[in-house]
């Protein structure tokens, strides 16, 4: 069973930074792109950011471009997001979804980001 | 990236027929034919219900059946049950290499 499970959430200032990890199972990690989608309370969903299975190539949505960095290390199932100069409307639940390669497809059960002071 | 524009809402009573529009650009929803569909209800995370347009994952309802015709796609449940009232959201590849998707639809089973 894939499982995909979020972690590294809370809360955090204006300004301050953030990493997210999702620990991937039952399925083989190192062969799936992965993303980022992230969702306002009450609100759509907005994809974030995306990875090659490799790691080698990476692009992300113009409002998070140049703050955000996903990564990956497929030694140990694991993707990350590195958030900085986070902003209050990134306040989100942040889902890690597999790519099938035909579309994003399996998803975790998300992590609650909250910018506030 | 604008997002693509799903009507906000729509219902239907049991057993009937809903169809839900995707619609984007020429840059998206109309250049490939990656357009995805996702059923979330409340407090759960999304779950994948079409992918390409028109096919169902294994394990998902036929009653669940999508198209795409230009820069618009739709969803289409038929036979409509309680448990399918949800929000669902469309998402497609775009020329830019990015995704995007639609701002949502709640679907109400009347």
């Known amino acids: 069973e894939v499982q995909l499970v979020e972690s590294g959430g809370g809360l955090v200032q204006p300004g301050g930074s953030l990493r997210l990890s999702c620990a991937a199972s039952?399925?083989?990690?190192?062969?799936?792109?992965m993303h980022w989608v992230r969702q306002a309370p009450g609100k759509g969903l907005v994809w974030v950011s995306r990875?090659?299975?490799?790691?080698?190539?990476?692009i992300y949505a113009d409002s998070v471009k140049g703050r955000f960095t996903i990564s990956r290390d497929n030694a140990r199932d694991t993707l990350y997001l590195q958030m900085n100069s986070l902003r209050v409307e990134d306040t989100a639940v942040y889902y890690c979804?597999?790519?099938?390669?035909?579309?994003?497809?399996?998803w975790g059960q998300g992590t609650l980001v909250t910018v506030s002071s | 990236q604008s997002a693509l524009t799903q009507p906000a809402s729509v219902s239907g009573s049991p057993g009937q027929s809903i169809t839900i529009s995707c619609t984007g650009t020429s840059s998206d929803v109309g250049s490939y034919n990656r357009v995805s569909w996702y059923q979330q209800h409340p407090g759960k995370a999304p779950k994948f219900i079409i992918y390409?347009?028109?096919k169902r994952p294994s394990g998902v309802s036929n009653r669940f059946s999508g198209s795409k015709s230009g820069n618009t796609a739709s969803l289409t449940i038929s036979g409509l049950q309680a448990e399918d009232e949800a929000d669902y959201y469309c998402c497609s590849y775009t020329t830019s290499g990015t995704w995007v998707f639609g701002g949502g639809t709640k679907l109400t089973v009347l």
């Open positions: 390409e347009g028109t």
């Open positions: 039952g399925f083989t990690f190192r062969d799936y792109w």
């Open positions: 979804v597999r790519d099938s390669s035909y579309a994003p497809d399996q």
């Open positions: 990875i090659y299975s490799d790691g080698s190539n990476t």
